[in-house]
């Protein structure tokens, strides 16, 4: 028995390969002389998960071979899932539905969401045994293990339907004797519906090799038309390759997503959609998806508070705001200071490729911080939402005369007392300056497009004249005035951002851009990419927060699948 995704059973393999293409995952890969294809993917208009695998003989001699496909159920509190073991399995069910024809189903649902949300697992080929509880597929009570489910060792799975538990689905096909060299395959899918009953079609659809093909086309064709609306021709392939498939596929898988489900961030309670992270997203696919891009944008705003600042992150499905990990370090300012400055910047770049001035004009809630709940703090209209954005801003600014760090700003890890102040935020608050004054010089309003002007200039003088290190630009003041990002540092002595953001915000004068491009060239760039910031800090250091720790502990849950050669 071996899985050939290689996890969970951990068997040495021949051959391993997985692709990631535009919509889709392909995992090819060889275990002892047995070759596993696997193509995973969404149709375009259904929400199922479709797996078309193929499975040869390359083994030299028969072999009789079965395949086990599993999936782990989640509850749909996912917080509640770590937190109340007692409460979680008693509301897990699943059932098994046999058609007439010999097919099988297995359902899985909360008990509260039978009628609403209906989880189902299917195949298309016949289906000789299932399993609906964990224990009893890892079995001995779960001292059978992923990589060793004691359930295998038999000839059949219990064919248990779950009334609670620690749901899961596993299904076995019998794909029967192999002779040297044949192929054979099946497809699978995995959804949800408000019923089985709606289910149906959807099911029936996939169980056809036709339509499964049918529908992989359709996925490439979405794809094809989504990246030919903007192509880039660079003397370099890699990155005509970086700009033209890579990032704006990442963009719109994130404008989706936004890490709300990803490997490092799962999503729960309110760490959600992070706002500053998804505002990016926007400004990456707005060009191909403008409607889409504007609906997400008005939820963005709906977690800006009325005094200008913003919420970190919100649950999209609850609209319950987070600080993000500010309640981690009560003693630091309990905001961050770049999270409203980037709707500015979302909202000039989706008028620039719409001209839809009248979205100014559209009525968006502020979010309430005391009523933890979107829409409770009064409403205003878009433009007033990104003019109170620079005025939290323009009144928040240090001893020199330059914007706050907060809590954090870009760089969450870097997390100094009050009163620091933090170039990146300058930068971003510039950046956001020149598009308000040349937005309202479009809108005819001359006056307030010269204030905006005018105070771009003020912090443009303030940081030529002040954080200017002699090779490039510092990256903070701390609450003493003293500066990070220089040569008088020990460590972080010089930070990308300072630099690169230095030329985009157009703060930079033209020699010191091009010196301090030298710079990162010289001690920053690397066959590996670019650092972030040169030397790395060595211990951790309560003074400047998280940038002096590294740490990286996640848990992920996956659908496995199996193989095995009865006897």
């Known amino acids: 028995m071996f899985s050939p995704f290689y996890i969970p059973t951990l068997d040495p393999y021949d051959m391993f390969e997985c692709h990631v293409g535009p919509g889709y995952s392909r995992i090819i890969s060889e275990f002892y002389g047995i070759r596993t294809y696997c193509t ?290 009560p003693d630091r300012p309990q905001y961050y200071g770049d999270d409203h400055l980037w709707i500015i910047l979302a909202v000039a770049e989706y008028l620039k490729e719409t001209g839809d001035t009248a979205f100014l004009d559209e009525v968006i809630p502020y979010y309430d911080e005391a009523g933890k709940k979107a829409g409770s703090g009064g409403k205003g209209t878009v433009m007033d939402h990104i003019k109170k954005a620079l005025d939290f801003t323009i009144n928040d600014k240090g001893i020199h005369g330059l914007p706050h760090l907060g809590f954090a700003d870009w760089n969450d890890t870097v997390n100094l007392r009050m009163g620091a102040e933090s170039l990146f935020n300058a930068h971003l608050y510039g950046k956001g300056l020149l598009e308000m004054s040349e937005l309202c010089k479009y809108l005819g309003k001359a006056a307030l497009s010269r204030a905006y002007k005018k105070e771009y200039n003020k912090i443009r003088k303030i940081f030529n004249s002040i954080c200017w290190d002699g090779g490039w630009y510092i990256r903070y003041f701390d609450s003493d005035g003293r500066p990070l990002g220089s040569c008088k540092n020990e460590h972080g002595k010089i930070y990308l951002n300072a630099q690169s953001w230095a030329v985009i915000s157009e703060m930079a004068t033209a020699g010191r851009a091009e010196k301090a491009l030298d710079s990162v060239d010289r001690l920053l760039n690397t066959s590996k990419g670019v650092k972030i910031s040169w030397p790395g800090f060595n211990g951790y250091g309560p003074y400047r927060g998280g940038i002096t720790l590294i740490f990286r502990e996640q848990r992920k849950m996956e659908a496995y699948f199996y193989i095995q050669i009865p006897g």
């Open 40 to 329: 995973i993917f969404v149709p375009i208009d259904d929400e199922s998960e479709i797996r078309e695998v193929k499975i040869t003989n390359k083994t030299g001699g028969r072999l009789e071979i079965d395949a086990i496909s599993v999936v782990e159920y989640t509850h749909f509190d996912a917080v509640k899932q770590f937190n109340n073991a007692d409460w979680v399995p008693q509301t897990m069910q699943s059932r098994c539905v046999r058609g007439k024809d010999g097919s099988l189903t297995l359902t899985q649902y909360a008990f509260m969401h039978r009628e609403t949300r209906v989880n189902f697992l299917t195949s298309n080929h016949p289906v000789s045994s299932f399993e609906s509880d964990r224990k009893r597929f890892l079995g001995d009570n779960e001292y059978g293990t992923w990589a060793n489910p004691l359930s295998l060792q038999m000839d059949e799975l219990g064919n248990y339907e779950a009334r609670r538990g620690d749901n899961i689905g596993a299904i076995m096909h019998h794909l029967g004797n192999f002779w040297i060299g044949e192929e054979k395959s099946f497809i699978t899918q995995l959804g949800q519906e408000e019923s089985f009953e709606k289910a149906g079609h959807v099911i029936e659809k996939y169980r056809d090799p036709e339509n499964v093909r049918e529908a992989f086309n359709r996925v490439g064709s979405f794809w094809d038309k989504f990246l030919s609306k903007v192509q880039v021709e660079t003397p370099d392939k890699d990155i005509n390759s970086m700009l033209n498939i890579h990032n704006p596929r990442q963009c719109l898988i994130n404008k989706n997503w936004s890490r709300y489900l990803s490997y490092y961030q799962p999503g729960m309670g309110t760490r959600g959609i992070g706002l500053r992270d998804s505002l990016q997203d926007i400004m990456g696919v707005v060009d191909r998806v403008p409607e889409e891009s504007k609906e997400l944008l008005k939820l963005m705003m709906m977690v800006q508070k009325k005094n200008g600042s913003a919420m970190n992150s919100f649950n999209p499905l609850t609209m319950e705001a987070s600080g993000g990990e500010t309640d981690e370090m």
